[in-house]
């Protein structure tokens, strides 16, 4: 079974993606990785981020071990939709993405085009969203737990413009595909949007 979820920033992607994917013994690919990886590669080697014939070179180059190390933070996030608008890097990574996704015993993907692009076929497609301030506060609530001190307004608005690159750029746009389900989030715990993702999971399976 392959599983595609996609959807914006601090929707729940990874936290659904990751118990899906323990609950169903299915290995998960985070694609965001990725293109967090090739934008903090660039920015590391002082390469022009806005150059998509650079770009495509440093994805053609990305090796597992650019994928370690602190990438999940909000410099990367915003190194990365940068680097994603430029179709030389999203064509870089297909390939790597679709052998992932055609594991015998199935994968758990999520992204923003993995059910648009990636894997148009896959069994479940799940859009995940929540509203703009749900997922600031999210954010925020994160780095408050690891003791660091980040005003909402500005997680608002970096949330606010990561979403607006990655809806407007003509590659690979975050937009649901047509036979997504989409789970708005908003007013769900964690335990609730598993719940419901599970449901959708079962529903899916029985087709
Ligand atoms: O992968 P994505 O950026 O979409 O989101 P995430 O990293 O899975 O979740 C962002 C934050 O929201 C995490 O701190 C989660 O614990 C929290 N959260 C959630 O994922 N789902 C909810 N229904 C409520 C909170
Ligand atoms: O966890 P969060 O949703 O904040 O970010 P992420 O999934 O790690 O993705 C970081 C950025 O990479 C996104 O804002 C997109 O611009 C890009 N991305 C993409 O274009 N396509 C994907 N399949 C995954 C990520």
Same mark, same amino acid.
């Given at each position: 079974?392959? =599983?595609?979820?996609?959807?914006?920033?601090?929707?729940?992607?990874?936290?659904?993606?990751?118990?899906?994917?323990? /609950?169903?013994?299915?290995?998960?690919?985070?694609?965001?990785?990725?293109?967090?990886? =090739?934008?903090?590669?660039?920015?590391?080697?002082?390469?022009?981020?806005? !150059?998509?014939?650079?770009?495509?070179?440093?994805?053609?180059?990305?090796?597992?071990?650019?994928?370690?190390?602190?990438?999940?933070?909000?410099?990367?996030?915003?190194?990365?939709?940068?680097?994603?608008?430029?179709?030389?890097?999203?064509?870089?990574?297909?390939?790597?993405?679709?052998?992932?996704?055609?594991?015998?015993?199935?994968?758990?993907?999520?992204?923003?085009? =993995?059910?648009?692009? =990636?894997?148009?076929?896959?069994?479940?497609?799940?859009?995940?969203?929540?509203?703009?301030?749900?997922?600031?506060?999210?954010?925020?609530?994160?780095?408050?737990?690891?003791?660091?001190?980040?005003?909402?307004?500005?997680?608002?608005?970096?949330?606010?413009?990561?979403?607006?690159?990655?809806?407007?750029?003509?590659?690979?746009?975050?937009?649901?595909?047509?036979?997504?389900?989409?789970? !708005?989030?908003?007013?769900?715990?964690? !335990?609730?949007?598993?719940?419901?993702?599970?449901?959708?999971?079962?529903?899916?399976?029985? /087709?």
């Amino acid at each position: 079974m392959i =599983i595609a979820i996609d959807g914006p920033a601090a929707a729940g992607k990874g936290t659904l993606a990751t118990r899906l994917a323990a /609950r169903l013994g299915l290995p998960y690919l985070d694609t965001g990785l990725l293109y967090r990886a =090739i934008g903090r590669t660039m920015a590391d080697a002082g390469a022009d981020l806005d !150059d998509p014939e650079a770009a495509g070179l440093f994805a053609r180059a990305l090796r597992p071990e650019h994928l370690s190390g602190d990438l999940r933070g909000r410099e990367s996030g915003e190194l990365a939709s940068r680097v994603a608008v430029h179709p030389p890097v999203r064509e870089a990574l297909v390939a790597f993405q679709r052998d992932f996704a055609a594991r015998p015993e199935g994968a758990v993907l999520d992204g923003r085009d =993995i059910g648009t692009v =990636i894997c148009p076929d896959a069994d479940v497609k799940l859009f995940v969203t929540a509203s703009a301030e749900v997922r600031a506060r999210r954010r925020t609530d994160e780095l408050a737990a690891k003791g660091r001190a980040v005003d909402y307004e500005r997680i608002l608005a970096e949330v606010r413009e990561r979403d607006e690159r990655d809806s407007s750029r003509a590659a690979a746009p975050l937009k649901p595909a047509p036979d997504a389900v989409l789970l !708005d989030t908003s007013a769900l715990g964690i !335990d609730e949007a598993f719940e419901a993702a599970v449901r959708i999971v079962e529903t899916a399976a029985r /087709r």
